[in-house]
């Protein structure tokens, strides 16, 4: 009797895991940054057409790159992480049972190459080599955290966390071929320090999600912060880190704010921020709820580009 063909050599099977690889929610919260960063907060500080001249197709490319680039990642990640997946998350272990291996490291090949290409034309197109750079130096920190970083305490922690903190940069490098030379070194240090804050708000939930998967990681033989040192020096590091953030960003609120009371209009993380450190007071941990704290302070902090004063 014919057997019916399973869904690991369904080309539907393949395409529908590879989708869901990809993470397209965490996908559309990256692309909405930069365009909130762009249209939110670039574009009403105007400072007479100094800045905030990237319009029509390089735009468009600008956020391709980074949709591409963050797409081809995440199924990079997902081919050198079947083995902690099916520990971790066997609900999510779609690698080798939905879409085969050989599949998605040809998806990311590809998807990584077409993003290169299209950073690439960037490049030639605002004349300057920056943006190249950018993306392959993104491309190899993505590669590198999956196949090595990932094992190194801490390390790799903070390499995806400055790639959360690339987004204002690069969009501030496709900005500053055509900036003023009055206004391109605000424009980097504005987009650093928004980086800047990200990235520590990334590193947080990154040791989040490490504390999450210590099972898996163990028997993995990964080398994390969380399986060498335990709970209780990753839940110090959190709180460290959160407060250095929330101090940090006082302080600017409080410098920027003028007057006064414009500070409120920077307070959108503050609930969610306040929530982390509830659940870190907590006896017992739910990694999994900070994790999701952190992503809301990120979504609120780039949401609030909308009102936020220039």
């Given at each position: 009797?014919?057997?019916?063909?399973?869904?690991?050599?369904?080309?539907?099977?393949?395409?529908?895991?590879?989708?869901?690889?990809?993470?397209?929610?965490?996908?559309?919260?990256?692309?909405?940054?930069?365009?909130l960063l762009k249209f939110?907060?670039?574009?009403?500080?105007?400072?007479?057409?100094?800045?905030?001249?990237?319009?029509?197709?390089?735009?468009v490319e600008g956020m391709?790159?980074?949709?591409?680039?963050?797409?081809?990642?995440?199924?990079?990640?997902?081919?050198?992480?079947?083995?902690?997946?099916?520990?971790?998350?066997?609900?999510?272990?779609?690698?080798?049972?939905?879409?085969?291996?050989?599949?998605?490291?040809?998806?990311?090949?590809?998807?990584?190459?077409?993003?290169?290409?299209?950073?690439?034309?960037?490049?030639?197109?605002?004349?300057?080599?920056?943006?190249?750079?950018?993306?392959?130096?993104?491309?190899?920190?993505?590669?590198?955290?999956?196949?090595?970083?990932?094992?190194?305490?801490?390390?790799?922690?903070?390499?995806?966390?400055?790639?959360?903190?690339?987004?204002?940069?690069?969009?501030?490098?496709?900005?500053?071929?055509?900036?003023?030379?009055?206004?391109?070194?605000?424009?980097?240090?504005?987009?650093?320090?928004?980086?800047?804050?990200?990235?520590?708000?990334?590193?947080?939930?990154?040791?989040?999600?490490?504390?999450?998967?210590?099972?898996?990681?163990?028997?993995?033989?990964?080398?994390?912060?969380?399986?060498?040192?335990?709970?209780?020096?990753?839940?110090?590091?959190?709180?460290?880190?959160?407060?250095?953030?929330?101090?940090?960003?006082?302080?600017?609120?409080?410098?920027?704010?003028?007057?006064?009371?414009?500070?409120?209009?920077?307070?959108?993380?503050?609930?969610?921020?306040?929530?982390?450190?509830?659940?870190?007071?907590?006896?017992?941990?739910?990694?999994?709820?900070?994790?999701?704290?952190?992503?809301?302070i990120l979504m609120t902090?780039?949401?609030?580009?909308?009102?936020?004063?220039?």
């Amino acid at each position: 009797m014919a057997t019916q063909p399973s869904s690991l050599s369904s080309k539907r099977g393949n395409l529908a895991g590879l989708w869901t690889l990809a993470r397209p929610v965490n996908v559309a919260i990256a692309a909405a940054t930069f365009l909130l960063l762009k249209f939110g907060w670039l574009a009403r500080w105007d400072d007479g057409n100094l800045v905030g001249n990237l319009t029509g197709w390089p735009l468009v490319e600008g956020m391709l790159v980074v949709a591409l680039l963050m797409m081809s990642g995440n199924w990079i990640n997902a081919y050198f992480d079947v083995h902690e997946d099916r520990i971790n998350r066997p609900d999510r272990a779609l690698v080798g049972r939905s879409v085969k291996r050989r599949v998605l490291i040809v998806a990311h090949q590809v998807v990584n190459g077409a993003g290169l290409l299209i950073a690439a034309h960037l490049s030639w197109t605002l004349q300057v080599w920056t943006p190249l750079w950018m993306a392959g130096g993104i491309s190899y920190i993505l590669w590198q955290y999956s196949a090595r970083w990932k094992s190194t305490p801490l390390f790799g922690n903070v390499a995806v966390a400055a790639l959360l903190g690339m987004v204002p940069l690069w969009l501030a490098a496709l900005e500053a071929p055509m900036a003023s030379d009055l206004i391109r070194p605000r424009l980097w240090g504005y987009m650093g320090g928004y980086g800047a804050l990200a990235m520590g708000v990334g590193l947080v939930r990154e040791l989040a999600k490490d504390a999450m998967d210590i099972e898996g990681d163990r028997l993995a033989g990964k080398h994390t912060l969380a399986v060498r040192r335990g709970e209780s020096v990753i839940r110090s590091w959190c709180i460290r880190l959160l407060l250095t953030i929330a101090v940090g960003y006082a302080a600017g609120v409080l410098v920027w704010s003028n007057p006064l009371h414009e500070a409120v209009l920077w307070m959108a993380p503050l609930p969610f921020c306040i929530h982390a450190f509830v659940v870190l007071s907590l006896p017992r941990i739910k990694w999994s709820t900070l994790s999701r704290s952190m992503l809301l302070i990120l979504m609120t902090g780039g949401l609030q580009c909308l009102w936020i004063p220039v």
